[in-house]
């Protein structure tokens, strides 16, 4: 079962990122992911842009997510996952988290 928390703004175009720290459990995966609490009311394309010598694109869809990366503290007690939400949209997107349980 999923579980949905927090409450967070986006301004149109922008990222943040975000980190989790769980302990470090045998056969304990989680999945965590973003969830819109308000949708975006434009249908415009926003272009994104992106990096060192910059890469441009179109896209319609209002909030995105990173690939999710992981690793282990050096103890190994803890994973640390982190992600990047971002707004694609052209005014500001409330979300929430959401994490599965693998």
């Known amino acids: 079962m999923a579980t949905q928390w927090g409450n967070n703004s986006l301004g ?7 980190f989790f720290v769980c302990p470090n459990a045998a056969g304990f995966l989680p999945l965590i992911s973003v969830i819109p609490l308000t949708p975006s009311f434009t249908n415009d394309l926003f272009n994104f842009q992106e990096g060192l010598t910059s890469v441009t694109f179109p896209v319609d869809t209002q909030l995105g997510v990173s690939t999710m990366w992981s690793h282990v503290t050096n103890d190994g007690t803890y994973l640390v996952y982190s992600i990047m939400v971002m707004n694609f949209s052209n005014s500001t997107v409330e979300y929430a988290f959401v994490e599965a349980d693998f």
């Open 12 to 18: 149109a175009g922008q990222t943040a990122s975000w």
